[in-house]
C-alpha cells in the first residue's frame, strides 16, 4: 500500500554527485552505504566537478562508475602514489583515493606510508573488512586472529602469519598527517559519526591542510559467511574490539 | 647559433625535458642515471614544476600515471633494475591510452648486474617487460647532442599518439660530456589539447582513465584500437640512419652508443680498403624493418654489434631473412666493445 | 495520516534486511516478491508507524529508499 505524498516533503533521496548506475556490491555490503556517504559529501561540499576518484582493484574496482566527477582506475596498490601524481599535476583537484585492505595494507604499503609521510593533501578512504572479497576471500593484513578465510582454512593461526595490523595507528605515527579516523558502519549512531567523519576529511583537502585518513571498518557477508545484519554485529562485538573506533590524529 | 655548453648525457635528458615542457617529474634514485634526478631536484621547484623523490620505482611510475591522466607532460626515469619494477605502471599507461616519457639509463644484468654500460634491455623495452599486447616507442640515441633532440621528440610523440614512449639510453651515454646546444624551450601553447583529460568534469561528462573490461568483447575492441594505433605509429615514425652503404660489402647494425663507436670502426675499415657500412635504428620500436630488408637485398653481410647477448640482433635477422648473412658480435656484462675489436670482427666477416 | 512514508526502489533491492533491522519503529519486513536479479524485496508491512527517521534509507547499501515526512506547519 501506498500513503500519498502530497502533504509531505521528500527528507531523504540519492545523493546528486552519484551516478544512476546500480551497485555491483553484494546484499548489505558496507561499500554501498560509504559509497552514499562519499556522494552526500561531495554534494555538500559542492566539489564533485573538481574531484577526481582513484579507484583500486578489488571488489571497488568499479568505484569509477559511481560518482559524476573524473576517475581514474588504478594498478593494484598504487591508489596513494598515483593520488599523488595527480593532486601535485594539478592541486586545485579534489583527489580522492578508495582502497581496501589489500590494497591500501598489503601490495600498497610503502605507496601508502609515503604519501602519508609526504603529507600529501589528499584524502584516503581505507575500507577494512579483514578479508580479501573480489579474489574469492583470502587472508587480509586485517584479518583477525582465528578468523577462517581460504588461504587460513583452519584459522589464523599468529605462529604463521602474524597479528592483524592496525595500519591507521602506524601511520598516526608519522608527523604529517592531519586527520586519521576509524569510523564504523553498523547502525546508525556509527553511520552518523562516519558521516562527519568524512565530511571532516574532505574539509581538510579543500582547505590545503594535508593528508586524511579513514578507516571504515566494513562487513563482507559472503565471505564472512555470515546474514548482513549478523555481519553487523560482528564488526559491533569482535571487530572493534581489535580495531578501536575513533580519531587517532587531529591536528586541522 | 645558440650557446653550446659541455654537459653530460643524463643531464642534457634532464634539461631537454624541462625545455620540452615537462611539468611533472618522478624518480627514484639508481646508478648511473643519479645527475639525472638531481637536475630536475635542482631546477623543477624553481620552475614552479614538480619533482618528488618517490619512494620506489613503483611509486614513481604510479605518480606518472596520475600526472598523465590529468593531461600534463610528465616523465621518470631509472636504470635496469628499477625499469623492471615499472612494468606494470607501463602496461597500464599502455592500456589506458596515456602519454608519458620513461628514460632507461641501461647498466649491466640480469639481476642487480653492475653500473656499467650495457644494451641488455632491448628486449624488455621492444617486446614487452609488461603484460598484454602493447608497445612503447622506443628511441635510441647515440650522441649526447642526439640524447636532447630525441627527448624533445618524445614529449611529442607521447602527446600526439597518447602512449608511453622510452628513451632507451645506456651508462656511457650518460656519463659521456659532450658539447651540445640546447634545444629552445616549446611554446607551451603548441601542447595539444587533452580533453580525454581528468582536469574535472567542470561542464562536461566525467572523464575516466581506465584499461579494464569485464566484457571479453568490449576488451578486445580497446584491443584493436590500440593495434590501430600502433599500425599508424608504425607507418608514420620509423627513424634510422644509413652511412656509407650504398657500395658496402659488409654493414654494420647496431644502435645508441654502439651505432657511435661504429662509426669510428666504419672510418677505419674504409681505411683499410674494407667497403663497411652502418645501418643505425633510431627508433627500435618500431624497427625499420623494411629498410633493413632492402639494403640486405645487395649487401652481402650485416653484422650485429651489441652490449648484449644478441637482441636486435634477432630483428635484423627478422628483417634480413636469407638475403645475407647475419654474423653477431656483443660483449655483455658492462664490457664496451672498442674499434680494434669490432675491426677484427669485421675482418673476419668481410672476406 | 503516517507522519512519514518511505518508496522502495525495487529494482535496487538487493532484500539484504539491514533496513528492517535499522527501522525503530518495526515498519519494513520482506515481501515476499522477487524482483528481475532474484532478491526478496522489502515492503512496508506497517506503513502507519512510518514516522520518516530515514534510519533505513541511510543504512541502505543501494540507496535504494526515498524518505518523505509531513511537513511541520509553521507557528502562528
Redesign the interface.
Known amino acids: 500500500m501506498q500513503v500519498e505524498t502530497e502533504n509531505m516533503v521528500k527528507v531523504f533521496s540519492r545523493p546528486q554527485s552519484l551516478t544512476d548506475a546500480k551497485s555491483t556490491y553484494c546484499p548489505g555490503c558496507h561499500h554501498g552505504i560509504l559509497t552514499r556517504i562519499i556522494g552526500k559529501t561531495l554534494d555538500e561540499l559542492e566539489i564533485a566537478e573538481r574531484a577526481v576518484c582513484i579507484a583500486p582493484v578489488g571488489c571497488s574496482v568499479f568505484a569509477y562508475s559511481w560518482y559524476r566527477s573524473d576517475a581514474i582506475q588504478v594498478p593494484h596498490g598504487r591508489a596513494s602514489a598515483v593520488a599523488t601524481g595527480v593532486k601535485r599535476a594539478d592541486p586545485n583537484l579534489i583527489v580522492f583515493a578508495y582502497q581496501g585492505d589489500g590494497d591500501f595494507a598489503s601490495i600498497g604499503t610503502a605507496e601508502s606510508i609515503h604519501a602519508a609521510n609526504r603529507g600529501e593533501n589528499i584524502t584516503v578512504i581505507f575500507v577494512n573488512n579483514q578479508v580479501y572479497g573480489m579474489t574469492g576471500g583470502e587472508m587480509a593484513p586485517t584479518t583477525l586472529v582465528d578468523q577462517k578465510t581460504t588461504t587460513t582454512p583452519d584459522g589464523r593461526d599468529p605462529a604463521l602469519f602474524g597479528y592483524p595490523i592496525r595500519f591507521s595507528e602506524m601511520i598516526a605515527q608519522l608527523d604529517a598527517p592531519v586527520y586519521i579516523t576509524r569510523q564504523a558502519l553498523f547502525d546508525t549512531r556509527r553511520i552518523l559519526d562516519a558521516e562527519k567523519a568524512i565530511k571532516k576529511a574532505f574539509e581538510n583537502q579543500v582547505n590545503g591542510k594535508g593528508y586524511s585518513l579513514v578507516e571504515v571498518l566494513s562487513t563482507c557477508p559472503t565471505n564472512w559467511r555470515m546474514s548482513p545484519i549478523a555481519s553487523n554485529k560482528h564488526i559491533a562485538d569482535v571487530v572493534t574490539e581489535v580495531f578501536p573506533l575513533g580519531d587517532l590524529v587531529d591536528r586541522r | 647559433m645558440g650557446k653550446r655548453v659541455l654537459l653530460r648525457g643524463n643531464e642534457v635528458i634532464a634539461e631537454a625535458a624541462i625545455r620540452a615542457g615537462c611539468?611533472?617529474y618522478?624518480a627514484y634514485p639508481i646508478t648511473p642515471q643519479a645527475e639525472l634526478l638531481e637536475h630536475m631536484a635542482r631546477n623543477m621547484p624553481r620552475l614552479g614544476r614538480?619533482f618528488?623523490q618517490?619512494?620506489?620505482e613503483?611509486?614513481?611510475i604510479?605518480?606518472?600515471?596520475?600526472?598523465?591522466?590529468?593531461?600534463?607532460r610528465?616523465m621518470t626515469s631509472s636504470s635496469s633494475p628499477g625499469i623492471s619494477l615499472k612494468q606494470?605502471?607501463i602496461s597500464?599507461l599502455a592500456g589506458?591510452n596515456l602519454p608519458a616519457v620513461i628514460v632507461n639509463v641501461v647498466r649491466g644484468g640480469p639481476g642487480l648486474g653492475d653500473i656499467a654500460p650495457s644494451q641488455c634491455d632491448y628486449f624488455q623495452a621492444t617486446k614487452g617487460g609488461g603484460h598484454g599486447d602493447y608497445h612503447m616507442i622506443v628511441l635510441s640515441p647515440s650522441t649526447v647532442p642526439e640524447a636532447a633532440e630525441l627527448t624533445m621528440l618524445a614529449f611529442e610523440l607521447a602527446d600526439n599518439y597518447r602512449t608511453p614512449v622510452m628513451i632507451l639510453a645506456d651508462g656511457l651515454l650518460g656519463q659521456m660530456m659532450e658539447p651540445v646546444e640546447l634545444p629552445e624551450p616549446i611554446d607551451p601553447g603548441t601542447i595539444p589539447a587533452k580533453p580525454w583529460a581528468?582536469?574535472?568534469?567542470?561542464?562536461r561528462d566525467?572523464?575516466?582513465?581506465?584499461?579494464?573490461d569485464l566484457d571479453p568483447e568490449v576488451l578486445k575492441k580497446m584491443n584493436l584500437d590500440l593495434q590501430e594505433k600502433y599500425r599508424r605509429i608504425e607507418a608514420e615514425e620509423i627513424r634510422y640512419e644509413e652511412t656509407l652503404t650504398e657500395d658496402a660489402d659488409l654493414v654494420i647494425a647496431a644502435h645508441g652508443t654502439m651505432a657511435r663507436i661504429a662509426k669510428t670502426v666504419v672510418r677505419k675499415a674504409r681505411e683499410d680498403g674494407i667497403k663497411v657500412g652502418l645501418f643505425r635504428p633510431i627508433t627500435v620500436w618500431p624497427f625499420p624493418y623494411e629498410a633493413l630488408r632492402k639494403l640486405s637485398e645487395r649487401v652481402p653481410t650485416v653484422l650485429t654489434v651489441e652490449m648484449s647477448a644478441g637482441q636486435m640482433w634477432e630483428d635484423v635477422r627478422l628483417a634480413v631473412a636469407e638475403r645475407a648473412k647475419t654474423p653477431f658480435y656483443g660483449e655483455m656484462g658492462g664490457v664496451v666493445p672498442t674499434p680494434r675489436d669490432i675491426l677484427s670482427e669485421v675482418r673476419k666477416h668481410a672476406g | 495520516m503516517p507522519r512519514g512514508t518511505v518508496r522502495i526502489d525495487r529494482e535496487r533491492c538487493k532484500g539484504c534486511g539491514l533496513c528492517i533491522a535499522a527501522c525503530p519503529q518495526q515498519v519494513l519486513g520482506f515481501s515476499g516478491e522477487l524482483n528481475h536479479s532474484g532478491y526478496n524485496v522489502v515492503h512496508m508491512e506497517r506503513p502507519s508507524a512510518c514516522v520518516g527517521c530515514a534510519f533505513c534509507a541511510m543504512t541502505c547499501p543501494d540507496i535504494a529508499i526515498e524518505v518523505y515526512r509531513q511537513k511541520v506547519p509553521a507557528q502562528s
Open positions: 611539468q611533472c618522478f614538480t618528488v618517490a619512494e620506489s613503483i611509486g614513481a604510479s605518480m606518472v600515471y596520475g600526472a598523465a591522466s590529468v593531461g600534463v610528465t606494470e605502471g597500464y589506458s581528468t582536469t574535472g568534469a567542470v561542464g566525467p572523464n575516466i582513465v581506465l584499461s579494464f
